[in-house]
């Protein structure tokens, strides 16, 4: 059974047009993370949630943001996207923020931008 | 800050043979976790086994192994009897054991030769 689903898999949109990616999970997890990752590079991360508060990266661009509305859902709104942003786009979950927490990791989103 | 080094870029190993993935690491940290992640061609990112840096025994699971060198900041992963499903992106990561924040190295693909 998935545990960490991402919609769509496959997202196109336009330079500019605003577009939400999609990460829900079962495993009731307290911490939910997202990561770009481009092609053939490791995974950055974004930002965190533990519960509400809301954890940004020092580099991540303002252009990225993310709403967590219960527990279960989490979302990425990148605002104006550009040609860069296309990426993979991998949500994660993990119970809390000690480091021995192992991370759940959903199938990803891949974004396109034309 | 803390690093992780993955060299090499991609490598390959018979079907039922043995592969070794090399990996290194940085920090100041005398507590901290590393992992391997494995991350199939359009499929999600799952975890290998992880490591606890204050445990000296190297863990294990199935087919999978590690070579964990403390002092030498050295994690390399065993795959005993390589499987064409072992095909795919192997990332080495590291965890401070205050926060569960990852720091990936850039991966290395593996292909599994019939």
Not at chain 2, 85 to 97: E, L, R, S, T
């Amino acid at each position: 059974d998935a545990m960490v689903i991402q919609n769509p898999r496959y997202q196109v949109t336009q330079f500019g047009k605003p577009v939400t990616l999609s990460c829900s999970q079962t495993l009731n997890h307290n911490v939910m993370y997202w990561y770009q990752q481009k092609s053939s590079q490791a995974p950055k991360l974004l930002f965190h949630y533990y519960d509400k508060d809301f954890n940004n990266e020092a580099d991540t661009p303002d252009n990225f943001q993310s709403r967590r509305p219960n527990t279960s859902f989490c979302f990425l709104d990148i605002r104006s996207p550009g040609l860069g942003d296309a990426a993979m786009y991998l949500c994660a979950t993990s119970r809390d923020l000690t480091g021995r927490n192992i991370q759940y990791f959903g199938a990803g989103t891949r974004l396109s931008v034309l | 800050a803390q690093t992780v080094t993955q060299s090499q870029p991609e490598m390959s190993v018979q079907e039922a043979e043995t592969v070794t993935l090399s990996c290194t690491y940085d920090t100041s940290e005398s507590d901290y976790y590393l992992f391997w992640y494995k991350q199939p061609p359009s499929r999600q990112m799952i975890l290998v086994i992880r490591q606890e840096a204050y445990k000296q025994q190297n863990a294990t699971e199935n087919r999978f192994s590690v070579n964990f060198q403390k002092a030498a900041k050295s994690f390399s992963l065993k795959i005993s009897d390589s499987q064409l499903g072992d095909a795919a992106m192997y990332f080495c990561a590291y965890n401070p054991g205050a926060n569960s924040k990852l720091t990936f190295g850039k991966g290395i693909t593996l292909s599994v030769r019939p």
